[in-house]
Each structure stands twice: as structure tokens, then as C-alpha cells.
């Protein structure tokens, strides 16, 4: 059984690009939340999503959108980079309760 | 606001326990989470908890839950050098929300 997938590793951009990220939850799990983690600090919560519909959305500027395909995998886009959109980009795959599972992430660099 | 709390750093010697603590939020949340993140990796996770439990042993690993002072703890026997990463807790309070996660704690394991 494979674990979470996040493509791509390692990316970097220049301000004022877009980006696009992608995930793949566990086989089964059909809810998927997208976290960024900065530098010395611990996740934020970006959006979640539950069967294709957004069931959540943390302080993020209008920047960030994200949506869930009918496979459930997901992506996340970010337009107009900023230099301090540079992170770490997990990706959580959530069962209908327990566990939260997460990717390997994406490491954004914006120069 | 909210805020999950951790102490940032910890420093124990090989074959010694450890002990990492964090203060949640809401005392009606229904997972705990502890994650373990190495350099440059995502976040594994390492067991959790439900709330209605105050311990649970998982091999090296013993979670304490102290819900009336919202307290939660992971014990680390026999700490290994392979250790040495950042423990990050987290929480889902009520509503189905996101995870909440602490700053991280830093565990350094000296040989």
C-alpha cells in the first residue's frame, strides 16, 4: 500500500510565478489537507478538503488555491510568488477518523 | 489565540529516557498527535492518542494524557542517537478541523 505521494521534491521558482503542486492520499482516504511549514516553525494549516469540496481554509492570502479530483489526489497553486512563500509544502492524507498520514512534502524555494 | 506550546530543545544522553511535553488547546480535542520529523524530511507519525485514554505504550514510546491540565507527554525509552529530530505535537479540536501543531521540540542525543 503506497503512502502519501507529493510531486514535485524539490522545486524553485522566481517571484511572481505560479506554482502548482500535487498529492496523492492513501488508497481509501478521501480527505486531504495541504500545511506549510516555514523554516523553524511547526505546519499551517492551508485547506482541507473532503470529497472534492473545501471543508476548510486557513489565513492564506487569495494566492493560494487548492482543489481534489475525483481520484482525490489533490493540488495546491499558489500565484504572484513572494519570497517568503518559500517552504516546506506537506500534504496530509486523512482516513474518516485516526490518523493523519504525511507526505515527504515539497520544498518550495522562491528567489 | 490558540497555541499549541512545546519546549524548543532537548538534549539527552544515549540510552537515557526522554521526556518531551506540550500544552494544547482545547481540552475537547479528540486526537493527539506525535509526529517526528528528521532534517530535510516530512513528518512521520509516531502514535497518537484518544482523548477518552490517559497512556498509551507503544514499544520505546509512552504517551501520557492529562486532560484536566490539557498536558500531553511522549516518553522515549532507551533514546538512540537515531532519535535526534523534531517532535512535533499536534491536535484536532472539535468540528472536524485541522490539525493544530506545536513549534517543535528539538531532541539532541549524545553518544
Known amino acids: 500500500d503506497a503512502g502519501v505521494t507529493q510531486s514535485p521534491t524539490h522545486l524553485i521558482k522566481t517571484r511572481g510565478q505560479q506554482v502548482t503542486l500535487r498529492c496523492s492520499p492513501i488508497?481509501?482516504?478521501?480527505?486531504v489537507s495541504w500545511y506549510q511549514q516555514v523554516l523553524g516553525q511547526g505546519p499551517q494549516f492551508i485547506f482541507q478538503y473532503y470529497e472534492k469540496e473545501e471543508r476548510g481554509r486557513g489565513n492564506f492570502p487569495d494566492r493560494f488555491s487548492a482543489r481534489q479530483f475525483p481520484n482525490y489526489s489533490s493540488e495546491l497553486n499558489v500565484n504572484a510568488l513572494l519570497l517568503g512563500d518559500s517552504a516546506l509544502y506537506l500534504c496530509?492524507?486523512?482516513?474518516?477518523?485516526?490518523?493523519?498520514?504525511f507526505g515527504q512534502g515539497t520544498r518550495l524555494t522562491v528567489v | 489565540g490558540e497555541d499549541v506550546e512545546q519546549s524548543l530543545f532537548l538534549s539527552v544522553r544515549e540510552g537515557d529516557s526522554s521526556v518531551i511535553n506540550c500544552t494544547y488547546t482545547d481540552s475537547s480535542s479528540t486526537y493527539l498527535y506525535w509526529y517526528k520529523q528528521e532534517p530535510g524530511a516530512g513528518l512521520q507519525l509516531l502514535t497518537y492518542i484518544f482523548s477518552n485514554m490517559d497512556m498509551k505504550q507503544d514499544q520505546r514510546l509512552t504517551v501520557l494524557l492529562n486532560k484536566k491540565d490539557k498536558h500531553l507527554s511522549l516518553r522515549i525509552a532507551d533514546t538512540q542517537t537515531g532519535d535526534s529530530a523534531i517532535y512535533f505535537c499536534a491536535e484536532i479540536p472539535p468540528g472536524n478541523t485541522p490539525l493544530v501543531f506545536g513549534k517543535g521540540t528539538r531532541l539532541s542525543v549524545i553518544a
Open positions: 488508497s481509501g482516504h478521501k480527505s
Open positions: 496530509a492524507s486523512i482516513p474518516e477518523v485516526g490518523e493523519a498520514f
